[in-house]
């Protein structure tokens, strides 16, 4: 697969904000039913195609990005990217990436001089560190409600 960076604009947008609501709804019905599999009916042909719940919820963040007037980027995971698209993805500095590499946090391969990352290992790292983050900030907070600071 080919990666895919395309621009939201303003008649994207449009048509994404009337059609999110609709698939947003469906995907939920589909959740609550235990569906697993969709059915959608292309209209110009009156063709019905079958796919997988997990294209559906994709399909969905995609049009309520594209309903938000965001620009996106498809990639598969598999794909290897450079350093400073790591450091774009997870809006660091190139150099603070190139030391996370160094200190084994984020695997990579060298290619040359070149280092290339795995788009799902930067996924992976941003994962854990969401987590890392999250779990601090409750015991921050239990913390300050011990503490009685005021925080509830």
């Known amino acids: ?12 947008q ?10 947003s709804e469906r995907e939920q019905q589909a959740i609550r039913s235990n569906s697993k599999i969709i059915k959608l009916r292309i209209q110009e042909s009156e063709e019905t195609v079958a796919i997988p719940l997990k294209a559906l919820k994709l399909l969905t963040s995609i049009i309520s990005n594209m309903a938000e007037g965001k620009s996106m980027a498809l990639m598969a995971t598999d794909t290897e990217v450079t350093t400073q698209q790591a450091a774009e993805i997870l809006n660091v500095s190139r150099p603070y990436i190139i030391k996370l590499l160094e200190k084994g946090e984020i695997p990579f391969k060298k290619i040359g001089s070149h280092r290339r990352i795995l788009l799902q290992d930067i996924l992976d ?28």
């Open 125 to 152: 790292y941003e994962s854990k560190l969401k987590i890392r983050r999250r779990t601090k900030l409750n015991s921050l907070a239990k913390e300050a409600q011990k503490l009685n600071l005021g925080y509830s």
């Open 1 to 12: 697969m080919a990666n895919s960076i395309q621009k939201t604009t303003k008649s994207d």
């Open 14 to 23: 449009k048509i994404a904000l009337s059609s999110v609501k609709v698939l």
